[in-house]
């Protein structure tokens, strides 16, 4: 695990000036590689490579980066492991290929080589972004792996093109001058992130997963894409498994099984993220399954009950017999990392359970290098609440024309505001609201039941059902997979539908950006072994009964756990990764808080009234979804406050 950075201008460049260059964008990235930052220019060329390295495999001096072939005609910076390089070095050794070290960096470099760029990527089985250059045809190829799980940014400036896995090192160039693009700020404010392929900044863009970049020395680009998620999920659905349950179930525990012995793969110590939860349960029984030694799990846990799990990861990891450590965080600990927040995550981010996620790395960290974490799950298995609530509403569907009608009907005659009132003075108002709300909500969606874009933003527990239109000046929202029709088309199921957008935007720009920055903070790999693209493939094959059925998900995950750890265990309600943020802003946070807020004024992009009405809404609780909105407002004014 790395940071790669580097420029290629359009003339050669003074070798004194490229090597300061690349030194600062290394050094910008330095706790994503604290073992090494190295620097190469091609002078002539204008080519600047940079390397931040956190040695995980071959630890020797010579796997530092970049790397150079023996000719020096190819060099490389590679962000990532590749969990299958033992088995690609052996072909490429048959093919006469020689050498010098025993990393997964020379490997990549020298399966450019032998295949082309392209081809080698489709052979590969990680995680990984990387550039890669052909000083002979004079091309640089920037290459994502398919799932999006590492960051890798590019961008053109007047006098060339520049690349990081961070755009903390963009700000290293002098010609990077960053302005925020009010499409991605609109955008951010809608999803609490800024959805690929936009950027914070205007034409810095990020490269879409499952996707190669080839820049040719004249300037052009060419953007190739060598792993089609959408092709793969068509296929899936066209193609079920058509096998027993158990047949199934077998083929995934040795499919995910092979997953966790490449992430398994390491020249340092490891261990594994562990909430209790069926996801990370899962792979803390797999990796102890299979491992010579007892497994080490790592759990944070708070002192306020509402939100302590611990428990829960404790009594897997006795079970298991894993080597469990747990930490109780308070308050205070919490919110003494939200300063770090802008030069962990280095664009606006806002899904507030970045906080226990730092805390869990930085826990995690004292004790080993590398960490397995449960995260694809959801999103591969039918786990989110949206997608029961889909369930619901095709349930609903099936109603008689006249009942669905007398639902909406009455919906429409006692409003929300007139009725909770009302139920919140029943005996049994706890349980009586719930069943309200959601009756409501089903009769909202009933109304527009085919236009899966809306039912996506308005769905509850999803993360862009609302946006403060009000904080900004101008509405400027960019186009949205949600209203692909392409995507609609290939796809016309509304759950799997919802699946592939949550996998092509939720988790790798919201899910995937959270674990990389927030363990990278603190120079730690996360290794996900959900979402080795051999998974995803398989889990588009899945039956729908194995993954949804009847307000319960992930069915085939619970019935491989089954198989290591008891069912009361693993039956309990699913509970998100969060903390009191909202007593948090309103007690020890306000202050700082408000200091934020008052500096919004300065802001052409921002409306200086929309900014203290939604603050003053927060406050009082005048308006609905206030939370998420004021978390994303704080977290741009924090940043804007670092970085510009």
Same mark, same amino acid.
């Given at each position: 695990?790395?940071?790669?950075?580097?420029?290629?201008?359009?003339?050669?460049?003074?070798?004194?000036?490229?090597?300061?260059?690349?030194? %600062?964008?290394?050094?910008?990235?330095?706790?994503?590689?604290?073992?090494?930052?190295?620097?190469?220019?091609?002078?002539?060329?204008?080519?600047?490579?940079?390397?931040?390295?956190?040695?995980?495999?071959?630890?020797?001096?010579?796997?530092?980066?970049?790397?150079?072939?023996?000719?020096?005609?190819?060099?490389? *910076?590679?962000?990532?492991?590749?969990?299958?390089?033992?088995?690609?070095?052996?072909?490429?050794?048959?093919?006469?290929?020689?050498?010098?070290?025993?990393?997964?960096?020379?490997?990549?470099?020298?399966?450019?080589?032998?295949?082309?760029?392209?081809?080698?990527?489709?052979?590969?089985?990680?995680?990984?972004?990387?550039?890669?250059?052909?000083? @002979?045809?004079?091309?640089?190829?920037?290459?994502?792996?398919?799932?999006?799980?590492?960051?890798?940014? =590019?961008?053109?400036?007047?006098?060339?093109?520049?690349?990081?896995?961070?755009?903390?090192?963009?700000?290293?160039?002098?010609?990077?001058?960053?302005?925020?693009?009010?499409?991605?700020?609109?955008?951010?404010?809608?999803?609490?992130?800024?959805?690929?392929?936009?950027?914070?900044?205007?034409?810095?863009?990020?490269?879409?997963?499952?996707?190669? &970049?080839?820049? #040719?020395? #004249?300037?052009?680009?060419?953007?190739?894409?060598?792993? +089609?998620?959408?092709?793969?999920?068509?296929?899936?659905?066209?193609?079920?498994? +058509?096998?027993? #349950?158990?047949?199934?179930?077998?083929?995934?525990?040795?499919?995910?099984?092979?997953?966790?012995?490449?992430?398994?793969?390491?020249?340092?110590?490891?261990?594994?993220?562990?909430?209790?939860?069926?996801?990370?349960?899962?792979?803390?029984?797999?990796?102890?399954?299979?491992?010579?030694?007892?497994?080490?799990?790592?759990?944070?846990?708070?002192?306020?009950?509402?939100?302590?799990?611990?428990?829960?990861?404790?009594?897997?990891?006795?079970?298991?017999?894993?080597?469990?450590?747990?930490?109780?965080?308070?308050?205070?600990?919490?919110?003494?990392?939200? %300063?770090?927040?802008?030069?962990? =995550?280095?664009?606006?981010?806002?899904?507030?359970?970045?906080?226990?996620?730092?805390?869990?790395?930085?826990?995690?960290?004292?004790?080993?290098?590398?960490?397995?974490?449960?995260?694809?799950? @959801?999103?591969?298995?039918?786990?989110? @609440?949206?997608?029961?609530?889909? !369930?619901?509403?095709?349930?609903?569907?099936?109603?008689?024309?006249?009942?669905?009608?007398?639902?909406?009907?009455?919906?429409?005659?006692?409003?929300?505001?007139?009725?909770?009132?009302?139920?919140? $003075?029943?005996?049994?108002?706890?349980?009586?609201?719930?069943?309200?709300?959601?009756?409501?909500?089903? %009769?909202?969606?009933?109304?527009?039941?085919?236009?899966?874009?809306?039912?996506?933003?308005?769905?509850?527990?999803?993360?862009?059902?609302?946006?403060?239109?009000? /904080?900004?000046?101008?509405? *400027?929202?960019?186009?949205?997979? /949600?209203?692909?029709?392409?995507?609609?088309?290939?796809?016309?199921?509304?759950?799997?539908?919802?699946?592939?957008?949550?996998?092509?935007?939720?988790?790798?720009?919201?899910?995937?950006? $959270?674990?990389?920055? %927030?363990?990278?903070?603190?120079?730690? !790999?996360?290794?996900?072994?959900?979402?080795?693209?051999?998974?995803?493939?398989?889990?588009?094959?899945?039956?729908?009964?194995? $993954?949804?059925?009847?307000?319960?998900? $992930?069915?085939?995950?619970?019935? &491989?756990?089954?198989?290591?750890?008891?069912?009361?265990?693993?039956?309990?309600?699913?509970?998100?990764?969060?903390?009191?943020?909202?007593?948090?802003?309103?007690?020890?946070?306000?202050?700082?808080?408000?200091? /934020? *807020?008052?500096?919004? #004024?300065? @802001?052409? &992009?921002?409306?200086?009234?929309?900014?203290?009405?939604?603050?003053?809404?927060?406050?009082?609780?005048?308006? !609905?979804?206030?939370?998420?909105?004021?978390?994303?407002?704080?977290?741009?004014?924090?940043?804007?406050?670092?970085?510009?």
């Amino acid at each position: 695990m790395c940071g790669i950075a580097g420029f290629w201008g359009d003339n050669a460049i003074d070798p004194d000036v490229g090597t300061r260059l690349g030194v %600062a964008m290394a050094k910008a990235m330095r706790q994503r590689g604290p073992n090494d930052q190295s620097v190469r220019v091609e002078a002539a060329a204008g080519l600047v490579l940079a390397h931040a390295r956190l040695s995980v495999i071959d630890l020797s001096d010579a796997a530092n980066q970049p790397f150079v072939s023996s000719d020096g005609r190819s060099s490389l *910076v590679y962000n990532g492991e590749l969990y299958n390089f033992q088995a690609l070095k052996e072909e490429l050794i048959s093919a006469g290929h020689v050498f010098r070290t025993k990393s997964d960096t020379e490997v990549v470099l020298l399966a450019c080589r032998h295949w082309g760029v392209s081809a080698a990527a489709k052979r590969m089985i990680g995680m990984f972004a990387f550039a890669y250059w052909d000083a @002979d045809k004079r091309h640089l190829f920037l290459v994502r792996d398919p799932i999006g799980i590492k960051p890798l940014y =590019y961008g053109r400036l007047s006098s060339g093109l520049l690349f990081s896995s961070t755009l903390a090192a963009f700000h290293q160039h002098p010609d990077f001058h960053g302005h925020v693009s009010p499409e991605a700020l609109a955008a951010f404010f809608r999803y609490s992130y800024v959805p690929a392929p936009h950027s914070i900044f205007a034409n810095v863009f990020k490269l879409p997963p499952g996707h190669v &970049l080839r820049m #040719d020395g #004249d300037g052009q680009q060419q953007l190739e894409c060598y792993w +089609d998620a959408l092709a793969a999920s068509r296929r899936g659905l066209a193609e079920p498994f +058509d096998a027993s #349950d158990k047949e199934i179930a077998d083929s995934f525990d040795h499919l995910l099984g092979d997953s966790i012995r490449g992430c398994l793969i390491s020249d340092v110590p490891l261990g594994a993220f562990l909430s209790g939860g069926i996801d990370s349960s899962l792979v803390a029984a797999l990796m102890q399954s299979q491992g010579n030694q007892r497994a080490r799990t790592f759990t944070v846990g708070f002192a306020d009950s509402r939100y302590d799990e611990s428990n829960y990861a404790r009594q897997v990891a006795a079970h298991l017999g894993c080597d469990h450590t747990e930490i109780i965080c308070t308050t205070a600990d919490a919110q003494a990392l939200i %300063a770090d927040i802008p030069d962990c =995550y280095d664009e606006p981010f806002a899904d507030s359970s970045q906080i226990p996620t730092m805390l869990l790395s930085k826990l995690t960290r004292q004790s080993v290098t590398v960490a397995l974490s449960g995260d694809g799950g @959801d999103e591969l298995f039918g786990g989110y @609440d949206r997608y029961y609530w889909m !369930e619901r509403l095709q349930r609903v569907g099936t109603l008689p024309t006249s009942l669905r009608k007398l639902m909406a009907a009455t919906a429409q005659r006692f409003p929300r505001e007139a009725l909770f009132p009302l139920l919140r $003075k029943l005996p049994k108002a706890s349980a009586t609201i719930p069943m309200a709300d959601g009756w409501y909500h089903i %009769a909202r969606m009933m109304k527009k039941a085919d236009d899966y874009g809306y039912l996506y933003r308005t769905t509850p527990m999803t993360v862009c059902t609302y946006r403060d239109c009000t /904080l900004l000046n101008h509405e *400027v929202e960019p186009p949205s997979i /949600l209203d692909d029709d392409a995507v609609r088309s290939a796809i016309p199921d509304v759950i799997p539908w919802m699946q592939f957008v949550d996998q092509q935007t939720y988790l790798p720009d919201d899910i995937l950006q $959270k674990v990389d920055r %927030a363990s990278m903070a603190y120079s730690l !790999e996360a290794r996900v072994p959900f979402l080795d693209h051999r998974v995803v493939e398989f889990a588009w094959r899945v039956p729908a009964r194995l $993954k949804l059925r009847n307000g319960r998900g $992930k069915i085939l995950m619970r019935s &491989l756990l089954a198989r290591h750890i008891p069912t009361e265990l693993i039956e309990r309600p699913k509970r998100g990764f969060s903390i009191p943020l909202s007593d948090w802003l309103k007690g020890d946070l306000r202050e700082w808080a408000e200091s /934020l *807020v008052s500096g919004a #004024d300065t @802001d052409p &992009l921002l409306s200086a009234s929309g900014v203290r009405t939604t603050w003053a809404n927060f406050l009082t609780g005048r308006a !609905e979804h206030t939370l998420a909105s004021t978390w994303a407002l704080l977290m741009y004014l924090q940043w804007r406050k670092r970085f510009l």
